[in-house]
């Protein structure tokens, strides 16, 4: 075996070769060196630091500084309220308020109250002078009459009882009741001594307690981070205070504590409280509503737990602020969903839509008015237009044609219920929407010519995700866009007739839209809708487009809700709902019903009518069957009057049946057996004369085919 072997000079006996083969290299790593020993007084002062910075130590110190300064705290403010009673610089403070605010009018009448204080103080120290003499004479007269009093009643005594040592018995029992108490007064003098000054304290604590009269720092974390924390006018007027407007903060520093004098009495409105703030001179609303943010921090709430709106009083903001974590909670289900026996009026009724921030039901209106709901996308657009329609379509009376140009299903339920569904994003589908508006647009102009005081039916036309009409690009044979918001764009000036003109003869149009722009939402077709919402949008010059520059200004800001977390949440502007005074807008919290409840509503709805065909989306230029299609229209009536099967066709298919006329109609039935024919005066055809036609026809050609 050969190999070589390296002896190592720090190995006393040399590695062996191992037998398996040679030994090339050997290494040996040295100890590593030891750790010197931490010295005593560094340990002590990691030890003594980390016992410093505990937790546990840090509340303790907080507990012991808090409670002694809620003492002296306590004493501060009994000591101010005192000298309040006694002088009248309560009066001057309430002054210097209102010359700070700008209201000389208060001025003057807290100026004149401080001067009759001055008088009765003035008053009661001069009688104070002739307050002893009076004193005296009150107490020897006092003492004689009851002196007096004791012997008539101990010579009354006497004679009763024929000893004239009674005469004396009732002047010693008050004598003995007077030792008595002295004795008393003995026993509890020393303890109350001892024990009193203990009990001034505790007062003093309990004072600063309440009032929490300690430094931020040292006050319990609840408190502290203000979770939960009340709403009272010390807070509020703290919070405008250090809002970072400087005439506002010098005025309120000049007020003191009568700085609340800017505050209405706060009150409880739903999940929150409500407050008007009078600003002093010189200070604009406009500067409190642009600093939302900082105030919701300032008063120990989320941004969007306040909101600030513009009443009609002048220089004047009212803020509401939600209690915390309020808004995060979901309201309760719709009356549609609760109440299987709710009904709706088109005319007289007001839908079930949600609530307000104040808890209260919110109502809207949808007599002869055009709708517009936007926002992101995601946010609840759809549901809660839906919503509205679902209550509306509990009224029999009123026709729905709608064109969901999403195409997921959202509207299915309304199969059955509306005249036309349309369903689908496509190009096709889009000019199909436009075909709908266009015919409600001669609908309209039909009703318009009808004889005086003539009434209709409510039709609705529901365009869902209509920002993919007024995006389309597709142009027809004539070369006119169906899209965009030009003169001769077929979509939008339809969109505008029906603006124009279509409320008086109860011809509406509904639209919901996302993410406004000029492109996809042009100014006129906006501005046409009587009642505008918005949900969650991105900026707010999308807010504007959504509601209008008045309702913006008065404090809307849609563009403020959270995305995601306000879905439902929407901001309306309408005179259609119920606003209170003085303000453009009113935040509505809408109640959610999803697919299969709106299905089940959708069913209740179908029940309280005779039976409606709905036409769905066709594709254009496709071959008609023209008895197939007759005998379609008739959905569960019996028969219809020609002119209603003309309509119906003609909405199936504008391009088969737009230009059909009563002779057309009865051509293609001649011969069949089901022919028109007159009844009460106006032609009618039969729907089992039709689906027998039809059956038979069928039959024919069956026979024929086997032949």
């Not at 109250?113 to 003035?122: K, L, Y």
């Not at 002295?182 to 000054?197: L, N």
Request: glycine share 8%; hydrophobic share 40%; charged share 25%.
């Amino acid at each position: 075996m050969s190999g070589t072997v390296v002896h190592l000079h720090k190995e006393p006996n040399p590695t062996p070769v191992p037998e398996s083969g040679p030994v090339t290299e050997l290494t040996v790593v040295p100890d590593p060196p030891a750790t010197p020993p931490v010295p005593l007084w560094v340990r002590s002062g990691r030890a003594v630091r980390t016992a410093v910075t505990h937790e546990h130590t840090r509340t303790a110190a907080r507990a012991m500084v808090r409670h002694s300064l809620y003492v002296a705290g306590g004493a501060r403010i009994v000591a101010r309220r005192t000298w309040d009673g006694r002088t009248a610089a309560r009066y001057e403070r309430m002054l210097r308020a209102a010359e700070a605010a700008g209201n000389h009018e208060a001025a003057a009448e807290w100026e004149e109250r401080g001067q009759r204080f001055r008088e009765a103080r003035h008053r009661r120290r001069m009688d104070l002078l002739h307050s002893p003499l009076d004193a005296a004479k009150g107490v020897g007269i006092s003492a004689g009459m009851g002196v007096g009093g004791l012997v008539l009643l101990g010579v009354a005594m006497a004679v009763a009882t024929k000893d004239p040592a009674e005469v004396v018995t009732p002047l010693m029992a008050v004598i003995k009741f007077i030792n008595l108490m002295i004795t008393i007064v003995r026993v509890v003098w020393g303890p109350a001594i001892t024990i009193g000054p203990f009990l001034a304290l505790l007062a003093l604590w309990s004072v600063g307690a309440h009032q929490h009269a300690a430094p931020q720092w040292a006050l319990p974390d609840r408190v502290r981070n203000g979770e939960g924390e009340p709403i009272t006018p010390s807070i509020v007027v703290k919070a405008l205070r250090d809002l970072g407007v400087p005439a506002l903060r010098r005025a309120i520093t000049e007020m003191g504590d009568a700085g609340a004098s800017m505050l209405s009495p706060i009150t409880i409105a739903g999940c929150g409280v409500e407050v008007d703030v009078t600003l002093p001179s010189g200070v604009s609303t406009i500067e409190v509503q642009q600093r939302r943010r900082k105030l919701a921090e300032n008063l120990s709430r989320h941004e969007h737990e306040v909101f600030i709106t513009i009443p009609q009083a002048a220089r004047t903001v009212r803020l509401w602020v939600a209690d915390s974590g309020a808004l995060d909670e979901p309201i309760g289900p719709s009356p549609l969903v609760t109440d299987e026996t709710l009904t709706a009026d088109y005319a007289k009724g007001k839908a079930p839509w949600g609530q307000d921030l104040r808890g209260d039901a919110a109502l809207l209106s949808l007599f002869q008015r055009m709708l517009l709901v936007t926002g992101m996308s995601n946010q609840g657009k759809t549901a809660a237009l839906r919503a509205l329609a679902l209550w509306l379509a509990l009224d029999r009376t009123v026709e729905f044609r709608i064109a969901d140009l999403k195409g997921v299903g959202d509207w299915a339920m309304f199969d059955g219920l509306a005249t036309v569904l349309i369903q689908g994003p496509t190009d096709d589908h889009v000019i199909q929407a436009t075909e709908m508006v266009e015919a409600g647009v001669e609908e309209m102009n039909r009703r318009i010519q009808a004889p005086a005081g003539t009434e209709f039916p409510p039709l609705i036309l529901l365009v869902d995700e209509a920002q993919v009409a007024f995006m389309c690009p597709v142009k027809d044979e004539e070369k006119r866009p169906y899209g965009g918001s030009s003169q001769n764009s077929r979509y939008f000036m339809a969109c505008r007739k029906i603006h124009n003109q279509g409320r008086a003869v109860n011809v509406l149009l509904w639209q919901g839209t996302q993410d406004p722009t000029d492109q996809n939402l042009p100014k006129l077709v906006r501005e046409g809708a009587h009642t505008r919402a918005a949900l969650a949008l991105g900026t707010e010059s999308q807010s504007r487009m959504a509601l209008g520059d008045k309702a913006v200004n008065g404090g809307a800001a849609p563009h403020l809700l959270r995305p995601g977390l306000d879905k439902g949440t929407l901001v309306v502007a309408s005179d259609g709902i119920e606003i209170p005074k003085g303000q453009s807008s009113i935040t509505v919290r809408t109640h959610y019903i999803d697919n299969d409840t709106a299905a089940e509503i959708a069913d209740r709805a179908k029940r309280l009518r005779a039976g409606v065909t709905t036409l769905h989306v066709i594709e254009r230029g496709e071959d008609r069957d023209p008895l197939a299609d007759i005998a379609s229209v008739f959905g569960t009536a019996s028969r219809l009057f020609t002119q209603d099967v003309l309509k119906r066709l003609t909405a199936l298919s504008e391009d088969a049946y737009g230009t059909w006329t009563p002779g057309d109609l009865r051509r293609v039935l001649e011969g069949t057996g089901a022919e028109p024919y007159k009844s009460d005066g106006r032609m009618v055809v039969a729907h089992e004369r039709v689906t027998r036609a039809l059956a038979n026809r069928d039959s024919d050609g069956s026979a024929s085919a086997s032949q």
